[in-house]
């Protein structure tokens, strides 16, 4: 909502300089978006009186004026317009001067002539045909019918000595959207009278309004009041120059003198109206109704509107005329010849208002208003106003009488002032004869502790509203600083927090980076990782109304959505890369058929120094840091998605974590790539469960240790893994480290078996251990991995 100074001075007299009212409105609760001076860009550009004007010697079309800017000396410049004369008043930019756009005019040599400056149009200084009704076009603009003198500022004459302030307006208050509303919080905020208008009608001889027009509203439940006034012998012209100026000021085009009259009503009530040619309402008469299912209306911009049976309509006997609190129809536009017209003010249903605007693709400074909320208290008086200033202007006679018809009455908010709960509320101990006087100063009626909201203020309802309101004019910079009172929770992270936090820094650590993708895919991803058509994790839900077939329906794994990623970083030609997220899988049986949300890591990489056991060594370690105990890492062969001999699934005891390995080839092949991708896929939930407790200390140990080295040898197909477990299980209690240190296949070992080399730290807590005590419990190990691994010391 923008609205000018000048004109807010007409009810307020405020001076004070801009930043300081635009600061005080701001802690008001009456957000100042823009602060634009309408003289900012006109610099420099005065009234001159052209002295004398002569043929330019070389030229056959330009003339050289001495123009007197009210300076010691007349000022030369050269002109090529054709309509000034001697004694005429012009527009003169000086030298150095500035014109809308950024336009910068300075002295200079026209054919050889000095021109220390130029003469201006209406046009160069940022003016329309509709701000200058009857001024020429095509030529400097004569001031000759202002009152101005040569030197005035040119700003001055055309208006610009105003500052325009953009308000951001809440939509609960639509009675802000008027000059009248900002006004009333701009003197509650300055603690200043605001000067109230009754609008006064003195009519005349030309009749009642009750012989020539008569008004139906069967859409009542759309239409809570409709208020109509009438006005005969309408003399259509422009508006005067004061009118232009403030509508001017507030972005709003001057037609004439009627419609300009509406448009003005609407600014300064924040009350939308219309005006009919009276000839046009064909049997006199007006009804608000429902449209017909296809009804057409041509509208004031031109376009013919196809309406429903939920548009509501303004007709006559015959036709609709007009889109209730949209846009006027062309068949009942006011035009030069009009000579009766007919004033609308209703107030219409926000609802229906906004649903009919969408439904046909529009959006009016009326349909903006209604949409809100508007008071239907509110139509009398701005049709009132409209009236009185068409007998201000002398626009025509007011016909007597009021069509008035209130369909609903609003029942006024009545409530109970409770200072020590308002106070309580804010902190503060504001007496109670103060909160009288802030709420007397916003136009609430106050009767010892009984409230009166006025009818405009419909956001007002409890006693935190009134609290609010006591608060901004007592002003939050006033309410004093205190400590928060009452008991507090110690705030942080939750265990599962504190998991993916670490989670990511183990990552980050690692030299992965973290990457977010969507939670939605398509559904031949399933078919990129190579999932059977029957496999059962296939079963997704599908989203109502996806962006796009490639995100349709919620993933049920992470792989597709990283190999994407790790795609994309491959064709841009990056040579390595490391990827990791926590992202979400969503997979049914949950309550009331809802998804069951889980979390998962992955991981991706690929790279000349990626490969299998690379990824391998990357989960040890975070499975290691979060001190999961008993991991076991076991070779699975029939994951389509994975190489079948790259591959093996994480096990802490009986409870599967996830798994690692290389992406299978065909798998890369159907993202478009020929590179070895490999990927983990940890279950964020199974993890919590298998973190281990917090780190506890451990002294230095002050025994010395054995180190004992033994080389077996096994099938080939026993692992690594397996053999560890062998070593852990026979150890008697001694064993504290086991780390394996070679692998070796060749002569001396026989075709299909190898020979695996492990380095045993055994030690004692209590004593120095003796060899014999080492040497039984290697014996007790080698025992148990020829038994379980079936391998024997070489």
Known sequence: MNISRKWLKEFVDINVSDKEYNEVMTMAGQKVETVTRMDEEIRNVVVGKVLSIVRHENSDHMWVCQVDVGEAEPVQIVTGAQNVHEGDLVPAALHNSWLPGGVHITKGKLRGEKSNGMLCSFAELGLTQNDLPGAYADGIWILNDEDCKPGDDINLVIGNDDTVVEFEITNNRPDCYSVIGLARESAAAFGMKMKHHEPVVKGSDAGSIFDHLDVEVPATELCNRYSSRMVANVKIGPSPKWLRNRLRANGVRPINNIVDITNYVMLEYGQPMHAFDYRYVNGGKIIVRRAGEGEELTTLDGTVRKLNANHLVIADETRAVGLAGIMGGMNSEIVEDTTDVVFESACFDGTCIRKGALALGMRTEASAKFEKGLDPMNTLPAVDRACELVELLGAGEVVDGVIDILNHVPHPTILKLEPEKINALLGTDIPAEEMVRILKSVDFQVEGDQVTVPSYRADVLRMADLAEEVARFHGYDNIPCTLMRGQTTLGGYSPAQQLERRLGELCRAFGYDEIITYSFISPTAYDKIRWPENAAKRESFKILNPLGEDTSIMRTTVLPSMLEILTRNYNYRNKNA???????????????????????????????????????????????????????????????????????????????????????????????????FFCAELDFEQLSYSKGPDAEYVPLPKFPAVTRDIAVVCDEAVTVGALEAAIKKGAKGLLKEVQLFDIYRGKGVDEGKKSVAFSLVLRADDRSLTAEEADEDVKSILETLAADCGAILR
Do not use: W
């Not at 998605?641 to 009986?654: I, M």
């Open 578 to 676: 490391k990827l990791y997220e926590v992202g979400r899988i969503y997979l049914p049986g949950g309550d009331d058929g809802l998804a069951v949300e889980k979390k998962v890591l992955s991981l991706g990489a690929y790279g000349e120094d990626m490969d299998f056991y690379a990824m391998k060594g990357v989960v040890e370690a975070i499975l290691k840091d979060l001190r999961v105990e008993s991991m076991e890492f076991i070779p699975v062969c029939d994951n389509p998605s994975y190489h079948p001999g790259q591959y093996t699934e994480v096990y802490v005891g009986a409870r599967k974590i996830g798994g690692i390995g290389q992406v299978h080839p065909l798998v890369a092949q159907n993202f478009g790539v020929d590179a070895k």
